[in-house]
């Protein structure tokens, strides 16, 4: 079965550092991979997206990530951490044929001053 | 532009009694799944409707069921619940497949079984 692993339940950052949160999957083929922001209260925002292509996608807010088709992951970067990047991030997955969404356990990331 | 909007907010019941969510989907888009959300995990898949159809169905027991109407609004319905079932729950709408796809949710609605 598919599945979508966040190894890191929380990060600390402090502001202006560099971040990673790490993200593996569970598939045969090519997933079609999303990572999305959960903001306390609100709903979950879409980041950024892969479905094929150029292995390294832009998003919003200054995210990128990478696919890594022989590591089975698709890890998510931002150079200089902002106070407002504090949330929980979610890595999620769909497989061509289905229509669910897949999504990890989330990492909290908080971000110190 | 309203995006999706999701009624009520916070809800509590007590075991045994039936639930009915509500949740309006972005504007122009005809398509609306529901997604489970427990304390301290990732959101699971309960179903998702086009076309007025229950189109794909997760690993839920048939105690919940939905409803599109034909303005793509939708409703979540939990029978006979069940402590387990205290989570916030997510509606989520979308219009295009392929690589413009994109999930637009809710901000949910907390439920608590007690």
């Known amino acids: 079965a598919q599945s979508v692993t966040q190894p890191d339940i929380h990060i600390t950052v402090s502001e202006g550092a560099s971040l990673e949160l790490r993200c593996n999957y569970s598939?045969?083929?090519?997933?079609?991979l999303f990572w999305y922001v959960q903001s306390p209260g609100q709903g979950l925002q879409l980041l950024l997206k892969?479905?094929?292509?150029?292995?390294l996608v832009q998003g919003i807010k200054g995210f990128e990530a990478e696919f890594k088709r022989s590591q089975s992951s698709f890890n998510l970067r931002k150079p200089s951490v902002h106070w407002s990047d504090a949330a929980e991030y979610f890595c999620?997955?769909?497989?061509?044929?289905?229509?669910?969404?897949?999504f990890g356990t989330g990492t909290r990331l908080k971000v110190l001053a | 532009d309203a995006g999706v909007t999701q009624s009520p907010t916070h809800l509590i019941k007590t075991r045994g009694q039936q639930v009915t969510l509500r949740c309006s989907p972005k504007s122009g888009h005809d398509t609306v799944s529901w997604y489970q959300q427990a304390l301290g995990q990732g959101p699971q898949f309960i179903f998702q409707y086009y076309e007025e159809e229950e189109r794909q169905r997760g690993n839920f027991p048939d105690r919940f069921s939905g409803h599109q109407f034909p303005n793509y609004s939708s409703e979540l319905n939990v029978n006979a619940l069940l402590l387990g079932d205290s989570a916030l729950y997510l509606c989520?709408?979308?219009?295009?497949?392929?690589?413009?796809?994109?999930?637009?949710f809710g901000s949910g609605t907390q439920l608590s079984v007690l």
């Open positions: 989520a709408s979308s219009l295009v497949r392929g690589s413009n796809e994109k999930l637009f």
């Open positions: 999620a997955v769909r497989t061509s044929g289905t229509y669910k969404y897949i």
């Open positions: 892969y479905f094929s292509g150029d292995t």
């Open positions: 598939y045969g083929a090519t997933p079609y």
